[in-house]
C-alpha cells in the first residue's frame, strides 16, 4: 500500500513537473523574452539581405531562407554566450559573456582578419593595441535587444556604437576640414576589409557547412547615412554555376590611427579602370587567385569581375566562363554617383 502510495506520489510530481516545464516553454514569447526578437536570435541581418524582395541570393537559387542552412548562426539560447562551466558544475557569468573568444568564435570574418592577418602583418587595430574587447564598445542592448525587430544592425536604432561616442573632440586637419562630415570615419581610418568570394550555396545547403575562400588588401567605398562608408564584396556559386555579387557598407575591426593619405583614394589606377566601366578584382596566377590591393569605389553600372570557384569533395577549382552575376546593393548602402567618382578620379596629394 506505502509502494502504490509512493508511485503516485512520484507519478504526481513528475506529471505536474512536465506540466509545468511545458507551461515555461510555452510561455517563452517573443511578446514577454525581448532577446527573442534581437538580431543575434531571429538572424534577421542574413534573412534580410537574402530574401528575393529584396533582390537577394534567393532569387537565383529558389530556395527559402527558412530552409537555406542560414539559421545555424543564430545564438538560440543565453548558454552560447553566458554558460560557465567549473568543476563539473555548470552557471552563468557575465565575465564569461564579454570574454572577446566568445565573440570571436561566432563572427569569423572579423576573427581572421584580427587573430591572422592582421597578426601576421603586424597591422594592429589601434583599440586590440590597448588593449580593448568587443565588450569596451559595443553595448547589452545590440547583444540581447530591446524587443524590437530589426532587419539588420545597419537598421537605424539597432547599434549604439558609433566613433563619435568615443572621439568627441576631433582635430580639423585639412582632411576633416575638406570633406566636411561628407565621409565617414570609417572610409579613412578602416584599415582594409576581408571578403568572402565564392561562398558555395550548395554545400551549405546539402552539408550545412559554410566555405568560402577569404580575400582580403582591399576597402570598397560606398554610400550610406548619407556619407560615403567602407563597405565589402561578397560573392556566392549557386546550382549550375549561377553566381552572385553583392556590395554592403561594413565597418572592419581594423582600424588604423592615421587615415588613408590623399593619393590612396584620389587619381588612382583604380579610379581610371573604374571610370571605363571594368574593373578585375580577382585574377588566376599560377593557379591561385590573387585579388586587387587598395581602395575601390562602387559605381553603379561598372562590370567587377572576379574568379568564381566550385567546391566538391575538400578541392577548389574556377568555374570557366562563368555568368555575369546578378549584383545587390544592400544593407542600407547605394553605390557611389558618377559625380562623386568625378571627385575621386581628380589627383589629390597629403600635405607633407
Not at 538580431?39 to 533582390?55: C, E, S
Not at 592577418?117 to 559595443?138: F, G, L, N, P, S
Not at 575591426?253 to 578584382?281: A, P, Y
Amino acid at each position: 500500500m506505502k509502494n502504490r502510495l509512493l508511485i503516485s506520489l512520484v507519478l504526481g510530481a513528475m506529471v505536474a513537473l512536465a506540466a509545468s516545464e511545458l507551461a515555461f516553454s510555452q510561455g517563452m514569447n517573443k511578446e514577454n523574452c525581448f532577446y527573442l526578437n534581437s538580431l543575434h536570435a531571429t538572424t534577421r541581418g542574413m534573412a534580410y539581405w537574402y530574401d528575393k524582395a529584396q533582390g537577394g541570393l534567393e532569387t537565383i537559387t529558389g530556395v527559402p531562407y527558412s530552409k537555406a542552412g542560414c539559421i545555424q548562426c543564430h545564438v538560440s539560447s543565453c548558454d552560447s554566450c553566458h554558460k560557465l562551466e567549473k568543476e563539473g558544475k555548470s552557471s552563468y557569468s557575465t565575465e564569461e559573456a564579454r570574454d572577446q573568444k566568445k565573440c570571436l568564435a561566432c563572427h569569423g570574418r572579423e576573427s581572421f582578419m584580427m587573430l591572422k592577418i592582421d597578426e601576421q602583418q603586424k597591422t594592429t587595430d589601434v583599440h586590440v593595441a590597448k588593449e580593448m574587447t568587443c565588450m569596451d564598445c559595443h553595448t547589452s542592448r545590440e547583444i540581447h535587444g530591446d524587443g524590437k525587430i530589426y532587419n539588420s544592425m545597419k537598421d537605424p536604432g539597432a547599434m549604439d556604437v558609433t566613433c563619435e561616442k568615443c572621439h568627441d573632440s576631433i582635430k580639423q586637419s585639412r582632411s576633416h576640414t575638406v570633406h566636411n562630415n561628407k565621409v565617414s570615419c570609417t572610409a579613412c581610418h578602416v584599415r582594409h576589409v576581408v571578403s568572402c568570394n565564392s561562398c558555395h550555396f550548395e554545400t551549405m545547403l546539402k552539408e550545412n557547412k559554410r566555405v568560402s575562400l577569404p580575400l582580403h588588401g582591399w576597402k570598397f567605398l560606398m554610400n550610406s547615412k548619407g556619407q560615403v562608408s567602407s563597405a565589402n564584396m561578397q560573392t556566392f556559386v549557386a546550382p549550375e554555376n549561377k553566381t552572385f555579387m553583392m556590395f554592403a557598407p561594413q565597418f572592419s575591426h581594423s582600424v588604423m590611427k592615421e587615415g588613408s593619405k590623399c593619393e590612396e583614394c584620389h587619381g588612382t589606377k583604380i579610379d581610371e579602370q573604374i571610370q571605363k566601366g571594368n574593373l578585375d578584382l580577382s585574377w588566376l596566377e599560377k593557379g591561385k587567385e590573387q585579388n586587387l590591393k587598395g581602395v575601390i569605389p562602387i559605381v553603379e553600372g561598372v562590370r567587377y569581375n572576379t574568379v568564381y570557384h566550385n567546391y566538391h569533395e575538400g578541392k577548389w577549382t574556377p568555374i570557366a566562363n562563368p555568368v555575369e552575376p546578378k549584383t545587390q546593393y544592400v544593407g542600407y548602402g547605394t553605390p557611389l554617383t558618377k559625380e562623386q567618382l568625378k571627385k575621386l578620379a581628380t589627383p589629390q596629394k597629403s600635405a607633407k
